[in-house]
């Protein structure tokens, strides 16, 4: 087995969308799977901030059974004295056609 950590071993979440609803397993057969990756990365100096805060938006059609696996990377690096702060944000948004 491989030594996972040699390499940038991420952990996906998964949503798994029944038309209506976000649920654990789906019924029926996927019409869309959405595959996010997002990146960012931030570096401040001695007494410095760094954010890194990458935002995902998806909008998907009210009815319509799919998942979306969110697997981002946020990284940030701060100098002596100054604050870091990373975390990734996955905004999912619903429309009717009707």
């Not at 087995?1 to 969308?17: C, D, G, I």
């Not at 029926?28 to 990458?54: L, Y």
């Not at 690096?77 to 870091?84: Q, R, S, V, Y």
């Amino acid at each position: 087995m491989e030594n996972l950590n040699k390499h940038n071993a991420r952990a996906a979440e998964v949503f798994n969308y029944d038309g209506e609803n976000i649920v654990d397993h789906l019924t029926k057969d996927s019409t869309f799977i959405f595959n996010i990756s997002p990146r960012a990365f931030s570096m401040s100096g001695e007494n410095g901030i760094a954010i890194s805060n990458p935002i995902s938006n998806v909008v998907i059609r009210k009815g319509e059974v799919g998942s979306i696996i969110h697997t981002p990377l946020s990284t940030a690096i701060a100098g002596p004295g100054g604050f870091a702060y990373a975390e990734s944000e996955l905004n999912v948004y619903e429309y009717d056609m009707n």
